[in-house]
């Protein structure tokens, strides 16, 4: 979905413009997600090799995960004991008065003397990440810390990130690392898109040939959609997919850091791979190979579309149906989260419509069109999965021929889906690529991003709770979720590039109550500690464009001036000469202020420089010194 960019036009004589952040007050204290309250209160406390952890359980994991990062990433050896004596500082992990904290809530106080974490289970884990963020970027003997007292809870109960890996395959390493940047703001659901038309990514042992097959394609470099299609007899060896035993290990993985994993299995569209290893399951039966992002559609100038290749399976066909209990079995047993996700969209009919023996069961149904087919398909789904002790999600096509019975809806297209369901009281997930979470989409011009799927959607002032619906509709929004469709990412280096600040907005998004959401603190004050964390372990992040508006023209004669980095220790370099800034141009040091002739124009353009070497996309402003000529007629006046 694109998005207009905002210009602003202005008419003056004179034109002052000065972009300065307001001076700081960390309201928050550094750490995100904002929590629902925080008190700051004087004096710092010292965390060094001689302060004692103190905790109920040691063997906690959250306590385990405290003690193992401080000993690997400030080489302090401090371990943790039930008992803590003398006079050394002390941090203390505690369940006592837990029981009074809301789920997943926790209380953090730190005093000169004392740092006290209140919390039980993923309440404590997360009251312990909000202790590491207030800790200095640098490692150092004797770490300081602000005294702070912060009272935290979450608004939803879902809060998650969708990662694709049918389209490009990522390690058992890179999805764990994924998970521990969710850990650290808080997000709690790893949605995981296993299979689609280009991989099936999970070993089925009951059908070997997903993965002997359906997990492998041929190479293909020129960018998703424009691939050449495989040729006869070219060695499918692009792919990879997961063990079961690689399964089980991210599963813990992820459960240690307080993380349900939701397991989607597309279908009955995007089943290309599935099909490829096994033709029976499609209406054709026409053999295929796993699409290696060739586009195989097409487009009418009526809007319709066709697919040259057979993606779905066959809804009438028993034969699905017993195949997809065996494979939702094993799938199943290795996920214990209680939900999931069918897939359901973009589930192309063209072929059920031509199928005899699906428009004669159409008839015996009386079913008017094929989107009711899809209907009966999820239908069936939903009990296969109940006896297995699971709910079914499924993307909002779901709801298109008729809801099923206690299905939730994962709301993609905009929020119509979402709400449509809430008001059926039907549970949902809030995920509309309208509203900025399609990380894939690019956040600046396009021509300053990495080849990616287009929109400029806002992210972080959107509420997952759309108001049109109704107090008693309102709870069935379990939460909201960001999404990592890899047509266009295909690195770890990519995928950082495009999802780290955003997976910080969404984490504020899914745990900050709306009203103490503040984007201005969010922006110029907390995130720049993180970048800078960011830049020191050497992660690809987007560096912000200098603090101005971008790609806006302003009219008038006097311009002047005044950014701030957005990172400590960044640089800032412009031009006014329509060359794009690099570190050989002019350096910003203070304010500049400059004239621009009668009946002229400058473009003004700025880049931020990192420590690290890491370059913004380029802010612009053009800049015009111009008359405005206002027609006054009589018949302007008698109007």
């Not at 969710?182 to 280009?198: C, G, P, Q, S």
């Not at 008693?472 to 990412?489: A, M, S």
């Not at 640089?571 to 690099?582: C, H, Q």
């Amino acid at each position: 979905m694109n998005h207009l960019n905002r210009i602003a036009c202005l008419a003056l004589v004179s034109c002052q413009l000065a972009f300065l952040p307001a001076k700081s007050q960390d309201l928050y204290a550094g750490i995100i997600p904002a929590p629902v309250a925080t008190k700051h209160t004087n004096g710092t406390f010292t965390l060094s090799q001689q302060t004692i952890i103190k905790a109920d359980n040691p063997a906690d994991k959250a306590v385990v995960f405290l003690t193992s990062y401080l000993n690997h990433n400030w080489k302090l050896k401090n371990k943790p004991d039930t008992t803590a004596s003398g006079s050394a500082t002390v941090i203390e992990l505690t369940s006592k008065g837990a029981e009074r904290l809301p789920k997943e809530g926790y209380k953090l106080t730190i005093t000169p003397t004392r740092v006290t974490v209140v919390g039980k289970d993923a309440g404590l884990f997360y009251g312990i990440q909000s202790l590491i963020q207030l800790l200095p970027v640098d490692p150092s003997p004797a770490a300081q810390l602000p005294c702070v007292s912060v009272e935290d809870y979450p608004r939803f109960g879902y809060r998650g990130v969708m990662l694709d890996v049918s389209r490009h395959f990522f390690t058992v390493q890179e999805v764990k690392d994924l998970i521990d940047l969710m850990a650290k703001y808080k997000l709690n659901r790893f949605h995981w898109h296993l299979t689609d038309d280009n991989g099936w990514r999970i070993e089925i042992k009951q059908f070997p040939k997903l993965t002997s097959v359906g997990a492998w394609r041929v190479p293909r470099y020129l960018g998703y959609g424009s691939n050449e299609p495989p040729r006869p007899g070219e060695a499918a060896t692009d792919g990879g997919f997961y063990t079961q035993e690689q399964i089980k290990d991210v599963v813990k993985y992820a459960a240690d850091r307080y993380i349900q994993i939701l397991p989607e299995i597309d279908v009955p569209g995007h089943s290309l791979a599935a099909i490829a290893a096994y033709p029976e399951l499609c209406c054709t039966k026409t053999p295929a190979q796993v699409n290696p992002g060739s586009n195989f559609s097409r487009w009418y100038d009526n809007g319709k579309y066709e697919m040259l290749l057979d993606n779905t399976l066959n809804p009438i066909d028993e034969n699905v149906y017993r195949f997809l209990d065996k494979v939702f079995t094993e799938v199943a047993a290795l996920f214990p989260y209680e939900y999931f996700h069918i897939g359901g969209d973009e589930c192309f009919k063209g072929y059920w419509e031509k199928d005899p023996g699906i428009q004669a069961f159409m008839k015996k149904m009386n079913f008017k069109k094929a989107d009711e087919v899809q209907s009966y398909f999820t239908s069936r789904l939903v009990e296969i999965l109940r006896k297995k002790g699971k709910k079914l999600i499924g993307w909002d096509e779901i709801l298109e021929g008729g809801l099923a019975k206690d299905a939730a809806v994962m709301s993609w297209r905009g929020e119509e889906g979402g709400i449509a369901a809430a008001k059926m009281k039907h549970e949902v997930i809030m995920s509309p690529s309208t509203n900025g979470l399609y990380f894939d989409y690019n956040e600046a011009n396009a021509d300053l991003m990495p080849a990616n799927r287009g929109g400029r959607p806002a992210l972080y002032a959107y509420d997952p709770v759309p108001k049109s619906l109704t107090p008693d509709e309102r709870p069935f929004i379990l939460g909201v979720q960001g999404n990592i469709w890899t047509e266009f990412i295909a690195t770890v280096p990519r995928m950082q590039y495009m999802i780290l600040l955003r997976t910080l907005a969404l984490a504020e998004m899914a745990w900050t109550p709306m009203e103490n959401k503040n984007y201005q603190n969010f922006s110029e004050i907390r995130l720049p500690k993180e970048l800078e964390r960011f830049d020191k372990l050497g992660y690809n992040y987007r560096v912000p464009a200098p603090y101005l508006p971008t790609d806006t023209t302003m009219t008038g004669e006097t311009f002047s001036f005044k950014m701030k980095p957005s990172i400590p220790g960044a640089k800032i370099y412009f031009t006014l000469n329509g060359k794009v800034p690099d570190i050989t141009d002019k350096e910003y040091n203070n304010a500049i202020r400059f004239v621009v002739p009668p009946n002229d124009k400058r473009v003004f353009q700025a880049i931020e420089v990192t420590p690290s070497g890491k370059r913004s996309t380029v802010s612009r402003i053009v800049l015009e010194n111009k008359k405005i000529a206002v027609n006054i007629s009589n018949d302007n006046l008698q109007k």
